[in-house]
Antibody
Framework: EVQLVESGGELVRPGGSLRLSCSAS????????MYWVRQAPGRALEFVSA????????YYADSMKGRSTVFRDDSKDTLYLHIGSLRPEDTAVYYC??????????????WGRGTLVTVS | TTLSQSPAFVSATPGDTVTISCKAS??????VNWYRQKPGEPILFLIQ???TLAPGIPPRFTGSGYGTDFTLTIYDTESEDAGYYFC?????????FGQGTRLEIK
């Protein structure tokens, strides 16, 4: 059974930083591109970041460029997102998601339950 | 690419057919997925590449469309279909989502 479990969300002061983790199981983590998506309270979902299955290509939302880094540790089956210079508008539940296909860039088939980041 | 999803809210009674639309601001082939979100549950994958049913999803759920106009249709709705439905375009980065549709089953 595929499972994605996010952690690392907490209450942070504006200007602070944190690192989110997503522990994966039930599939060969190294074979899939992975994603971070967030949802602010009462708002639609928003793409945050993506990383290729090899880790050599990354993509970010404009709002995250320059202050966030996505990376993966395939030896630990874990996806990470480091966010710096946090702003109140970064307050959201952060989800990680697994891509449907092993190659290219596609949508997601599995999502974690999310981790809450509060910037205040 | 902006996705304009409508309606924002729809109320149905069991057995009704419900249609949700997503319109893309530019052509995106069939690179649209559909999902449902319910409180306390993981987000559920419904449809990929506009028309392909995800594993385990009943055929009451149907996706259609290509280019800029996409539709999710739920036939013979059941009480368990209540939730928040949204579309995702994965044609280009940054991926974008529709604003969502809340489906109420009376």
């Amino acid at each position: 059974e595929v499972q994605l479990v996010e952690s690392g969300g907490e209450l942070v002061r504006p200007g602070g930083s944190l690192r989110l983790s997503c522990s994966a199981s039930g599939f060969i983590f190294a074979n899939y591109a992975m994603y971070w998506v967030r949802q602010a309270p009462g708002r639609a979902l928003e793409f945050v970041s993506a990383i290729s299955r090899t880790g050599d290509a990354t993509y970010y939302a404009d709002s995250m460029k320059g202050r966030s880094t996505v990376f993966r540790d395939d030896s630990k089956d874990t996806l990470y997102l480091h966010i710096g210079s946090l702003r109140p508008e970064d307050t959201a539940v952060y989800y990680c998601a697994k891509q449907t296909h092993r190659t290219g860039y596609y949508g997601f088939d599995y999502w974690g339950r999310g981790t809450l980041v509060t910037v205040s | 690419t902006t996705l304009s999803q409508s309606p924002a809210f729809v109320s149905a009674t069991p057995g009704d057919t419900v249609t949700i639309s997503c319109k893309a601001s530019q052509a995106i082939d069939d690179d649209v997925n559909w999902y449902r979100q319910k409180p306390g549950e993981p987000i559920l994958f419904l449809i990929q590449e506009a028309t392909t049913l995800a594993p385990g999803i009943p055929p009451r759920f149907t996706g259609s469309g290509y280019g800029t106009d996409f539709t999710l249709t739920i036939y013979d709705t059941e009480s368990e279909d209540a939730g928040y439905y949204f579309c995702l375009q994965h044609d280009n980065f940054p991926y974008t989502f529709g604003q969502g549709t809340r489906l109420e089953i009376k």
